[in-house]
């Protein structure tokens, strides 16, 4: 069974700061998404990453595919109090598989 | 407004009842999915159709019955509720099969079961 692991787990920081969350697995991926969700709702796509070590930038969201594509990050450029929700990696495998989901990056901003 | 829609947001029953959850997606998307998020925000796959034909089942109880009487639409029936049920069930459809393809959720179902 592939895994994603996320880190941090969780992640407060202050209005304005700067963070990079984490996607790793020891297996390789032909794509990886991230996606965001907030309490009471659904996740919501924010990018696709197809390419070893692409770069995708998202107004002050920064992605990365990792060159092996088994590893992803996210950074947030002076975050802000609407970027508060939980990050979500997902896998998609060789083979026609399912998507593999991360456990989650739950951030909050603080003002 | 194009969205995936699902019914009830809540839904609170006791151990041994059957319950149904519905989802509706007018996006004219191809594939639905039943995600099952657990109490850790773990977001684990249940079913998968395409075009109303069922194209993934992963392991999960005979309990759980997954019906698509049209392609907008996969409702997810669950008989014989147990505690370990209780979760946050999420409809999503994508465009295709794919599984780059991107994933539209629904705002989820909370199940609690006592």
């Known amino acids: 069974t592939q895994l994603l692991e996320q880190s941090p787990q969780f992640l407060s920081i202050q209005e304005g700061e700067n963070l990079t969350v984490y996607c790793n697995s020891s297996s390789v991926f032909s794509s990886l998404q991230w996606y965001r969700q907030e309490p009471g709702e659904g996740p919501v796509l924010l990018v696709t990453?197809?390419?070893?070590?692409e770069v995708k930038k998202l107004k002050r969201l920064t992605f990365q595919f990792g060159d092996a594509r088994k590893d992803s990050s996210l950074h947030i450029t002076a975050a802000q109090p609407g970027d508060t929700g939980l990050y979500l990696c997902a896998g998609e495998p060789y083979g026609n598989t399912p998507l593999v989901f991360g456990k989650g990056t739950r951030l909050s901003v603080i003002a | 407004d194009t969205a995936v829609s699902q019914t009830p947001k809540y839904l609170v029953t006791q151990m041994g009842n059957d319950k149904s959850i519905k989802c509706e997606q007018n996006?004219?998307?191809?594939?639905m999915y039943w995600y099952k998020q657990d109490s850790k925000k773990f977001l684990k796959i249940m079913f998968s159709?395409?075009?109303?034909?069922?194209?993934i089942n992963e392991t999960v109880p005979n309990r759980f019955s997954p019906k698509s009487p049209d392609k907008a639409h996969l409702n997810l029936h669950i008989n014989s509720l147990e505690l370990g049920d209780s979760a946050v069930y999420f409809c999503?459809?994508?465009?295709?099969?794919?599984?780059?393809?991107?994933?539209?959720f629904g705002n989820g179902t909370r199940l609690t079961v006592t």
């Open positions: 999503a459809s994508s465009p295709s099969g794919a599984y780059n393809s991107p994933l539209h």
């Open positions: 990453v197809v390419t070893g070590g």
């Open positions: 159709y395409n075009n109303k034909e069922l194209i």
């Open positions: 996006l004219g998307h191809d594939t």
